[in-house]
């Protein structure tokens, strides 16, 4: 056997192999056109991505702030809604670029546009709510949701 015999008993075994497998992996690949009704709502005929839920829940102390790694692909918008409950005025903010007062018995919200990085790296957005005076607490309700325009 020479060198040349063996190129090409081993090329047209991976040329085979190639040939094979490209027929073989539709068969077992999952569909692209099936839709989860659990994550897509129908609006006019057309599938829109709902809502990701994000975090929610009701706080009170000091002052509260969490860290979310958030997806471009979950959502292009990020929102903050807060209801304050207690007797003082919160300051609430998205990685302290966004932020909003609301004064006790307003509810409200703030917007971020959620962006990934190179090679789809995703990024933590922090969410914070603390009192503006001193001495004073957070009571509220909140709800963190990533949406699609």
Not at 20 to 33: D, L, N, Q, Y
Not at 57 to 76: K, P, T
Not at 84 to 99: R, T
């Amino acid at each position: 056997m020479n060198l040349k015999s063996i190129f090409k008993g081993v090329s047209s075994t991976l040329i085979a192999g190639v040939i094979v497998g490209t027929c073989t992996i539709p068969a077992f690949a999952e569909s692209t056109t099936s839709v989860s009704s659990k994550n897509y709502a129908v609006t006019s005929g057309v599938f829109k991505p709902q809502d990701r839920k994000v975090s929610e829940g009701s706080v009170d102390q000091s002052s509260w702030s969490r860290e979310f790694e958030l997806d471009e692909n979950d959502g292009a918008q990020v929102n903050f809604w807060v209801s304050n409950n207690g007797s003082n005025d919160i300051k609430i903010s998205i990685d302290g670029k966004v932020s909003r007062t609301l004064a006790p018995g307003e509810q409200g919200h703030i917007s971020a546009e959620v962006k990934n990085g190179w090679f789809g790296w995703k990024y933590n957005y922090t969410f914070t709510a603390s009192p503006t005076a001193q001495g004073g607490s957070v009571k509220m309700n909140y709800s963190i949701a990533q949406r699609s325009n």
